[in-house]
Nanobody, 122 residues
């Protein structure tokens, strides 16, 4: 069992940066791949980034490549999403999630955090 809590969201101007954190509880955290997803009002949940349990493999949505970076610290049971060069289109509720293996498919993830709002003003 894994419980996830996101933090670090907020309001930022276009071109700015934010770092989201996702703190996990549970003894099995290190065995799970982690992902970040986002959902804007009226839109479907969208894949953002994922990282393997070892941290050795990462994958990003085309829309955030070169701007966002996912990382994890298994000792701290925390996964991060560094977001740079933010755009208004990035405005959404961001969720972290856990899955047995790396995946870009939201339905494959078993555990989810409550979400953290990110708002990017123009």
């Amino acid at each position: 069992q894994v419980q996830l809590v996101e933090s670090g969201g907020g309001l930022v101007q276009a071109g700015g940066s934010l770092r989201l954190s996702c703190a996990a509880s549970g003894r099995t955290f290190s065995t799970y791949a982690m992902g970040w997803f986002r959902q804007a009002p009226g839109k479907e949940r969208e894949f953002v980034a994922t990282i393997s349990w070892s941290g050795g493999n990462t994958y990003y949505a085309d829309s955030v490549k070169g701007r966002f970076s996912i990382s994890r610290d298994n000792a701290k049971k925390t996964v991060y999403l560094q977001m740079n060069s933010l755009k208004p289109e990035d405005t959404a509720v961001y969720y972290c999630a856990a899955h047995r293996t790396t995946s870009t498919v939201a339905l494959e993830y078993k555990y989810w955090g409550q979400g953290s709002q990110v708002t990017v003003s123009s």
